[in-house]
């Protein structure tokens, strides 16, 4: 059969026991009310394209910008999926962040000095890679910004992000059943679902190499101005996003401009001052970019808005 058209059979709660030590990676299961949906091209709920995905165990790469929601939404879909599934907690979502300090020991393991009883073991230390692929539960695994690894370590998971979905560990040494031994070689686990999240396009990110792209399906995740509209209680929160990434895409500014920054400045908007909470936004930008984004904010007179706004606001509160 053809892979890409293999539909894995959903793992029963009622055959697998969740392992409580993968408990410190299973997001909280609360993040699923906090979650404002988006639908994708073809009105396409996003979570409906995930859980399709995983139970094809399609390997998955969100890519835009910066604080979009790439990393959430990979724990939302951790949260949803168990309990579509009929679990009892949700999946557990590993993450691999990509640096050029990570070597295949941090993917798959190594022997490593362990206290116990007040004296030192040599003990086996088990990698992230290794972790996820070998769990007796379904796990998400996520590979976030690989272009910032090694070509060499990015290399060496093109046999488990492939039909294969193996790897061999070469620092694990097993016995050949000849009286010697070999690198071990490493099976997934049926309910590996394998996602990676990159903001393409950054002056700091290469491109993805082609070997590793070709064996993902992609979907872009890029800021969602309907999703803004339900997160944002002012509408001048909206109107700076919109100031700020109409001049990056122009090329006037390169400081992108995430959700969370955004969050932030309405919190100081209505917690402390709008003329705080502007100064405090732009203090966020390089400082070569400061006086543009100032320029930009003062023609638009988004803090004159902002203060009829937080006022109306207040007053607002005040009446409820």
Same mark, same amino acid.
């Given at each position: 059969?053809?892979?890409?058209?293999?539909? @894995?059979?959903?793992?029963?709660?009622?055959?697998?026991?969740?392992?409580?030590?993968?408990?410190?990676?299973?997001?909280? !299961?609360?993040?699923?009310?906090?979650?404002? #949906?988006?639908?994708? !091209?073809?009105? =396409?709920?996003?979570?409906?394209?995930?859980?399709?995905?995983?139970?094809?165990?399609?390997?998955?790469?969100?890519?835009?910008?910066?604080?979009?929601? =790439?990393?959430?939404?990979?724990?939302?879909?951790?949260?949803?999926?168990? =309990?579509? /599934?009929?679990?009892?907690?949700?999946?557990?979502?590993?993450?691999?962040? $990509?640096?050029? $300090?990570?070597?295949?020991?941090?993917? #798959?393991?190594?022997?490593?000095?362990?206290?116990?009883?007040?004296?030192?073991?040599?003990?086996? /230390?088990?990698?992230?890679?290794?972790?996820?692929?070998?769990?007796?539960?379904?796990?998400?695994?996520? /590979?976030?910004?690989?272009?910032?690894?090694?070509? $060499?370590?990015?290399?060496?998971?093109?046999?488990?992000?492939?039909?294969?979905?193996?790897?061999?560990?070469?620092?694990?040494?097993?016995?050949?059943?000849?009286?010697? *031994?070999?690198?071990?070689?490493?099976?997934?686990?049926?309910?590996? *679902?394998?996602?990676?999240?990159?903001?393409?396009? #950054?002056?700091?990110?290469?491109?993805?190499?082609?070997?590793?792209?070709?064996?993902?399906?992609?979907?872009? *995740?890029? @800021?969602?101005?309907?999703?803004?509209?339900?997160?944002? =209680?002012?509408?001048?929160?909206?109107?700076?996003?919109?100031?700020?990434?109409?001049?990056?895409?122009?090329?006037?500014?390169?400081?992108?401009? $995430?959700?969370?920054?955004?969050?932030?400045?309405?919190?100081?908007?209505?917690?402390?001052? !709008?003329?705080?909470?502007? *100064?405090?936004?732009?203090?966020?930008? !390089?400082?070569?970019?400061?006086?543009?984004?100032?320029?930009?904010?003062?023609?638009?007179?988004?803090?004159?808005?902002?203060?009829?706004?937080?006022?109306?606001?207040?007053?607002?509160?005040?009446?409820?």
């Amino acid at each position: 059969m053809d892979a890409l058209n293999k539909v @894995y059979a959903d793992p029963k709660p009622e055959e697998i026991t969740q392992d409580p030590r993968l408990d410190i990676f299973r997001p909280d !299961p609360a993040i699923l009310d906090q979650y404002e #949906y988006r639908h994708l !091209p073809g009105g =396409k709920k996003d979570l409906n394209i995930l859980f399709r995905n995983f139970r094809k165990r399609l390997n998955t790469m969100l890519t835009g910008n910066t604080q979009s929601g =790439k990393s959430f939404v990979v724990e939302v879909a951790a949260v949803d999926i168990a =309990k579509r /599934l009929g679990f009892e907690k949700p999946f557990p979502v590993i993450t691999l962040s $990509g640096s050029s $300090g990570v070597t295949d020991f941090d993917l #798959y393991g190594m022997n490593a000095v362990a206290n116990k009883d007040e004296a030192e073991l040599l003990v086996w /230390l088990t990698g992230l890679v290794a972790m996820a692929a070998g769990a007796s539960e379904p796990v998400i695994l996520v /590979l976030d910004e690989p272009t910032h690894m090694d070509g $060499g370590v990015l290399s060496s998971l093109h046999s488990l992000l492939d039909d294969r979905r193996a790897f061999v560990n070469r620092a694990h040494a097993v016995e050949d059943g000849e009286g010697g *031994w070999m690198p071990d070689l490493v099976k997934a686990q049926e309910n590996l *679902w394998i996602v990676s999240t990159t903001n393409q396009g #950054y002056r700091d990110n290469a491109p993805l190499p082609e070997a590793f792209a070709n064996r993902f399906s992609f979907i872009r *995740w890029d @800021y969602d101005a309907k999703v803004e509209e339900k997160l944002f =209680k002012l509408a001048t929160t909206r109107m700076i996003a919109r100031i700020t990434r109409n001049a990056r895409e122009a090329g006037h500014l390169n400081h992108p401009i $995430g959700v969370r920054a955004l969050q932030m400045f309405e919190s100081a908007a209505l917690e402390i001052d !709008p003329e705080y909470a502007i *100064w405090n936004f732009v203090s966020g930008f !390089p400082i070569r970019e400061v006086a543009k984004v100032e320029q930009l904010l003062e023609e638009d007179a988004v803090l004159a808005q902002l203060v009829e706004e937080v006022k109306n606001h207040a007053k607002a509160d005040a009446e409820v």
